[in-house]
């Protein structure tokens, strides 16, 4: 299973702070339990969609395999129908969220027009293109048409909500998605910890990604 799934240590090397080989092992053991090679997506899906956005160029900072399996496994809980990402990246969390129920649509913003375009090759490739709408633009930008669109209802509301960009804008993505979902609708904020320092307020002051977190997760998240 390790050599099928070689993202976690790619990711891991692309941030020299997070390098642990007990998170390799520990992420490979508890996948081979949790997605066994029959299920779908299909391991040789997931590895091209990997292997394929590396050779494009895009970062390794896709989610690891078991967070993408629980975020399926989040979607299916909800019987979410429809889904909203916000940073596409690869496509990878993508595929994931749109294999997660028969007649699931997924929406998913991204600002990088190369990604977008990597993306939409890998979603095809895993043969999900058509459960997926791909928006290219600022999120900031393309976030308030969307809520405007559910609000007219020309789009129905989100049952489920997966962010994963920038974090210093966490906040806005945050209180705008939460307005074109619906109630007990499921919004996951991905990357909030920043390695232990999202409960130092000094940091903060220094780091924009802290600062991000800290808004979504507890000086404005505490009102939401």
Known sequence: ??????????????????????????????????????????????????????AKGLPNIAVSPSQGKFLMLQARLLRAKNVLEVGTLGGYSTIWLASALEGVHVTTVEINEHHQQVAQENLAHAGVQKEVETTLGPSMEVLPRLLEDV????????????????????????????????????VIVDNVVRRGFLADAEKAKTDVMVEGSRKVSGERGERS
């Not at 007219?152 to 939460?178: C, H, Q, S």
């Open 1 to 54: 299973m390790s050599s099928t799934y070689p993202a976690t240590s790619a990711q891991t090397k692309h941030h020299g702070y997070e390098v642990d080989p007990r998170w390799d092992s520990v992420d490979t053991y508890s996948f081979s339990h949790l997605h066994p090679s029959t299920a779908n997506p299909s391991s040789t899906t997931l590895q091209h969609a990997l292997q394929n956005s590396t």
């Open 151 to 186: 609000k007219a209802g020309r789009k129905e509301r989100f049952d489920m909500v997966f962010i994963d960009a920038d974090k210093p804008n966490n906040w806005g993505y945050f209180d705008l998605t939460v307005q074109m979902s619906r109630p007990g609708a499921c």
